[in-house]
């Protein structure tokens, strides 16, 4: 069991807005850790989608956001396009023992 | 750009080692952090560990002190050596460079069977 919680799967339908949320607590996101987000397609290593909360790098469509408020995190997705089906994952850092990187437990996205 | 690319055994038996090594081209090796991402087959991402070209380590405490990652910055190599391995070992794993703004670049990946 991962100690971020995500969503396993989530849908929509073209042109559509999702979100997927990303729930930790007061050793990781709530500790004040900066939440990233990748996107993994089947067979292919995941790609970075948004670092530091909510930036996108270079290349990134400006319809992925992210933002984060208090132990939770999210990942927005405007206009929803078939291309966006994949594996989604929130990456952040854990104190509860040692200061360790976590990551959720990934969300399937379809696009219906 | 920098690019990653794992190499190392494809099968590993019940209770050895399990090594893997990770070359570096296109950027130095110094500066970031360079670290060991693996997957189990359908499954999530699961992080083992990382080390500054340095030498300072860091990994994931559910490995019980399995793992150990060493850099080699004149070959440009850095690698993973995973102990007393069981098929829940068994997984895609890759190497990466992590950095203060996440993991941003990832090899292909590399499969390891653990079974006799």
């Known amino acids: 069991q991962s100690v971020l919680a995500q969503p396993p799967s989530v849908s929509g339908a073209p042109g559509q807005r999702v979100t997927i949320s990303c729930t930790g607590s007061?050793?990781?996101?709530?500790?004040?850790?900066?939440v990233h987000w990748y996107q993994q397609f089947p067979g292919t290593a995941p790609k970075l989608l948004i670092y530091?909360?909510?930036n996108r790098p270079s290349g990134v469509p400006d319809r992925f956001s992210g933002s984060k408020s208090g132990t939770s995190a999210s990942l927005a997705i405007t206009g929803l396009q078939a291309e966006d089906e994949a594996d989604y994952y929130c990456q952040t850092y854990d104190s509860s023992l040692s200061v360790h990187v976590v990551f959720g437990g990934g969300t399937k996205l379809t696009v219906l | 750009q920098v690019q990653l690319q794992e190499s190392g055994p494809g099968l590993v038996k019940p209770s050895e080692t399990l090594s893997l090594t990770c070359t570096v081209s296109?950027?130095?090796?110094?500066?970031?952090?360079w670290g060991w991402i693996r997957q189990p087959p359908g499954k999530g991402l699961e992080w083992i560990g990382y080390m500054y070209y340095s030498g300072s380590a860091n990994y994931n405490p559910s490995l019980k002190s399995r793992a150990t990652i060493s850099v080699d910055t004149s070959k440009k190599q850095f690698s993973l050596k995973l102990s007393s391995v069981t098929a829940a070992d068994t997984a895609l794993y890759y190497c990466a460079r992590q950095g203060a703004y996440g993991v941003d670049v990832w090899g292909q990946g590399t499969t390891v069977t653990v079974s006799s």
């Open positions: 296109g950027d130095s090796i110094s500066s970031y952090y």
């Open positions: 007061r050793s990781n996101i709530g500790a004040g850790y900066d």
């Open positions: 530091g909360n909510s």
